[in-house]
């Protein structure tokens, strides 16, 4: 299943968001959730040990479908207006799509065991809640494998970030402009 055009073909633009609400973060169709999950999987090197990881709300459903496809759990960092109280690690993120800032938190108990973490999501912008979730894994003794994400907006700084953080990076679909009309490509990387 071509991803990328089923977003390109889907997708609208709303004020410099891709909104893709219709079909993967809103109102879910599970066929192709289920062909997300297999593909997003296929992209990172996932063994039994690890856990997918994700924050809270629209990144549930494809860290679902991937954690599936590879055989593994996977876990939802919370979202809250303030800090969480302790056993709570947590972190706040700056959302570039709700212009805001909220805190994103996990019960570090919950990963016990766990190998190596892979983050999942179902959009790459500026890479604020990818780079709160993977520190508060590793702040959990979790090292990240790697970060793959649905959509890429590839003219933000979400790539470079996450890099430079020394994570890996793969996208099934990198979307690369939105202002002159939805201009989408195949993604790449990872493993």
Not at 2 to 10: H, K
Not at 72 to 93: H, Q
Not at 143 to 168: D, M, N, Q, Y
Request: charged residues 25%; proline residues 5%.
């Amino acid at each position: 299943m071509d991803i990328a055009a089923i977003v390109e073909r889907r997708a609208h633009i709303d004020d410099g968001l891709v909104i893709v609400d219709t079909f993967l973060n809103h109102r879910v169709e599970p066929p192709l959730m289920t062909q997300i999950g297999a593909q997003l999987a296929s992209l990172c090197d996932i063994r039994p040990g690890d856990i997918v990881a994700t924050v809270e709300a629209s990144g549930i459903a494809p860290s679902m479908a991937t954690a599936t496809a590879a055989g593994v759990d996977f876990i939802y960092a919370k979202k809250t207006v303030s800090r969480p109280p302790e056993p709570i690690v947590s972190l706040p993120v700056a959302s570039t799509t709700k212009r805001t800032t909220y805190h994103v938190g996990v019960r570090p108990a919950l990963l016990a065991g766990i190998e190596r973490a892979w983050i999942i999501d179902d959009f790459l912008s500026d890479g604020h809640a990818a780079l709160a979730l993977a520190s508060i894994m590793e702040e959990c003794d979790v090292p990240v494998a790697g970060c793959a994400f649905v959509i890429e907006k590839t003219f933000r700084t979400g790539r470079h970030r996450l890099e430079e953080a020394g994570h890996s990076v793969a996208s099934l679909v990198a979307v690369d402009s939105v202002d002159e009309g939805l201009i989408v490509r195949r993604g790449a990387d990872a493993r």
